[in-house]
C-alpha cells in the first residue's frame, strides 16, 4: 500500500506542477499581449 501511496504523491506533485507552469504560462502569455495591445 505504501508504494501506490508514493506513487500517487508523485502523480499528484506533476500534475500540480504541470498546473502551476501552465498558470505562470498564460500570466505571462497574457502579460506580454498586455504590453503589446498598448499604443507606442
Known amino acids: 500500500?505504501?508504494?501506490?501511496?508514493?506513487?500517487?504523491?508523485m502523480v499528484g506533485a506533476?500534475?500540480?506542477?504541470?498546473?502551476?507552469?501552465?498558470y505562470l504560462a498564460n500570466g505571462l502569455r497574457q502579460a506580454g499581449?498586455?504590453?503589446q495591445a498598448k499604443p507606442g
Open 14 to 22: 506533476a500534475v500540480a506542477g504541470a498546473v502551476a507552469l501552465s
Open 33 to 35: 499581449q498586455g504590453q
Open 1 to 9: 500500500m505504501a508504494r501506490i501511496a508514493m506513487v500517487f504523491g
